[in-house]
Nanobody, 125 residues
Framework: VQLQASGGGLVQAGGSLRLSCAAS????????MGWFRQAPGQEREFVAA????????YYADSVKGRFAISRDNAKNTVYLQMNSLKPEDTAVYYC???????????????????WGQGTLVTVSS
């Protein structure tokens, strides 16, 4: 599966952005999807994940209550709605796909087989 992330940009603190990740290739609904981010000089970190059907989601504590992951299997797209953005949310955001189901290991980058190219989100104070 090939992934293409988009929607990043510059936003003021307190603002909102919606990221999209379009998938092509094999059946999109066969993959759990995740969003990760990587700030300069830091390791890639988990943001959110969603099950293959979209019925279950999982969030990092740092974004819980502010971000929402969703998917539209008819459009082969996963979204990340980001509200109440903070300067510390500044990072390159990556979408990822894996054929396994959503589970307790969904937070680790090594458990995803496919990655998009990343989209930069910059939050100014």
């Amino acid at each position: 599966v090939q992934l293409q992330a988009s929607g990043g940009g510059l936003v003021q603190a307190g603002g909102s952005l919606r990221l999209s990740c379009a998938a092509s290739g094999r059946t999109f609904s066969s993959y759990r999807m995740g969003w990760f981010r990587q700030a300069p000089g830091q390791e890639r970190e988990f943001v959110a994940a969603i099950s293959r059907s979209g019925g279950s989601t999982y969030y990092a504590d740092s974004v819980k209550g502010r971000f929402a992951i969703s998917r539209d299997n008819a459009k082969n797209t996963v979204y990340l709605q980001m509200n109440s953005l903070k300067p510390e949310d500044t990072a390159v955001y990556y979408c990822a796909a894996d054929p396994r189901g959503l589970d307790s290991a969904s937070w680790h980058p090594r458990n995803y087989d496919y990655w998009g190219q990343g989209t930069l989100v910059t939050v100014s104070s």
